[in-house]
């Protein structure tokens, strides 16, 4: 399995932007179609976006379509969230995740692997 571990979390005012990483350590980077969830205090963990093994298939929550994109660049291990026009109802742990399949899923218990999360805060 991979092991992921995301980056680039912090504080932004409403309208600002973010740009969240994942790096997999572990097998090959190219099995895995990956995604990435968001649990606010109190409310279950919800899907975000997630993207295909080779990174030509997405898909996203509507709540974040047209404001966030995802991509990989699998050279590198990595897959990225750029978060644009944020807003504070997007304030949560975000966290990425691995699934050793070609596609992605939205459906959190069919990803294998998950990384420890990263705070994203947007202030009003």
């Known amino acids: 399995q991979v092991q992921p571990v995301e980056s680039g979390g912090g504080l932004v005012q409403a309208g600002g932007s973010l740009r969240l990483s994942c790096v997999a350590s572990g097998r090959t980077f190219t099995l895995y179609a990956m995604g990435w969830y968001r649990q606010a205090p109190g409310k279950e963990r919800e899907f975000v976006a997630a993207?295909?093994?080779?990174?030509?298939?997405?898909t996203y929550a509507d709540s974040v379509k047209g404001r966030f994109t995802i991509s990989r660049d699998n050279a590198k291990n990595t897959m990225y969230l750029q978060m644009n026009n944020l807003k504070p109802q997007d304030t949560a742990v975000y966290y990425c995740a691995a699934r050793s399949t070609v596609l992605p899923t939205t459906i959190p218990n069919e990803y294998d692997s998950w990384g420890q999360g990263t705070q994203v805060t947007v202030s009003s």
């Open positions: 993207i295909s093994r080779s990174g030509r298939g997405t």
